[in-house]
T-cell receptor, first 113, second 112 residues
Framework: AQSVSQHNHHVILSEAASLELGCNYS??????LFWYVQYPGQHLQLLLK??????LVKGIKGFEAEFIKSKFSFNLRKPSVQWSDTAEYFC???????????FGTGTSLTVIP | DTAVSQTPKYLVTQMGNDKSIKCEQN?????MYWYKQDSKKFLKIMFS???????INETVPNRFSPKSPDKAHLNLHINSLELGDSAVYFC???????????FGPGTRLLVL
C-alpha cells in the first residue's frame, strides 16, 4: 500500500538552528510532492511543491526541499529557524493520475526563542 | 476574499444528533475534499468530489455523507454523531485532483 512516512514526530530547536525534516514515500508511479505547514490554530498552507524539473525546490519563508528519487525522499530544510516557524509540518504525496493523495502523520516543530 | 470557507467554525453537539458542515470555494476548482484531523494532528482524507462524482471514498462510516449541490460546494453530513467523531474537519479544493490543494479554516466538532 502507498504511504508517506515522517520519521520525526516532535522536533525542538533553538532559534537560528538548522532544520531538516524527513519524508519518505512508497509509491511506484510518478508523483507530485508537497510540504504543508499548519500554524497553531490555523489551517494547512502550502510551503512548497515538486512536480518536475529541478529536484531542489524553494518555498516560502526560506524553506526548501530536495526530491531524491532513488531514495523516495522529499526532505524539508531551513538553514536558520525562527520562533515563528513553530508549527505542524505535513509531507504529502499525490499520484500523477490524481486519484490518490496521502499525507504523512506530521512533525511538530517547536522553536525556542 | 476567502478562497475556501467553511461554516460553522465551531460545532458542539450531543451524541446521536445529525449535523452538517458546509464548504464553499471561489477558486473555480473542479475537485473538493474533506479531511478529518484527530487530536494527534493525524490528517485523513475522507472524500473527494470531481465534477459531482465521488472519486475517493476512504473507509469512513456511512454515517458520513458528502453532498455537492454544485462545483463550488461540498457539504458534509454526519448522522448519529458519536464521541469519536470529535475532531477538526477540513475542506479543501484543487484545480485538478493531482494539483495543489487549498484548505479551509477548519470546523472544530465536539461531540458530548
Amino acid at each position: 500500500a502507498q504511504s508517506v512516512s515522517q520519521h520525526n514526530h516532535h522536533v525542538i530547536l533553538s532559534e537560528a538552528a538548522s532544520l531538516e525534516l524527513g519524508c519518505n514515500y512508497s509509491y511506484g508511479g510518478t508523483v507530485n510532492l508537497f510540504w504543508y505547514v499548519q500554524y497553531p490554530g490555523q489551517h494547512l498552507q502550502l510551503l512548497l511543491k515538486y512536480f518536475s524539473g529541478d529536484p531542489l525546490v524553494k518555498g516560502i519563508k526560506g524553506f526548501e526541499a530536495e526530491f531524491i528519487k532513488s531514495k523516495f525522499s522529499f526532505n524539508l530544510r531551513k538553514p536558520s529557524v525562527q520562533w515563528s516557524d513553530t508549527a505542524e509540518y505535513f509531507c504529502a504525496v499525490n499520484s500523477r493520475t490524481g486519484n490518490q493523495f496521502y499525507f504523512g502523520t506530521g512533525t511538530s516543530l517547536t522553536v525556542i526563542p | 476574499d476567502t478562497a475556501v470557507s467553511q461554516t460553522p467554525k465551531y460545532l458542539v453537539t450531543q451524541m446521536g444528533n445529525d449535523k452538517s458542515i458546509k464548504c464553499e470555494q471561489n477558486l473555480g476548482h473542479d475537485t473538493m475534499y474533506w479531511y478529518k484531523q484527530d487530536s494527534k494532528k493525524f490528517l485523513k482524507i475522507m472524500f473527494s468530489y470531481n465534477n459531482k462524482e465521488l472519486i475517493i471514498n476512504e473507509t469512513v462510516p456511512n454515517r458520513f455523507s458528502p453532498k455537492s449541490p454544485d462545483k463550488a460546494h461540498l457539504n458534509l453530513h454526519i448522522n448519529s454523531l458519536e464521541l469519536g467523531d470529535s475532531a477538526v474537519y477540513f475542506c479543501a479544493s484543487s484545480q485538478f485532483s493531482s494539483e495543489t490543494q487549498y484548505f479551509g479554516p477548519g470546523t472544530r466538532l465536539l461531540v458530548l
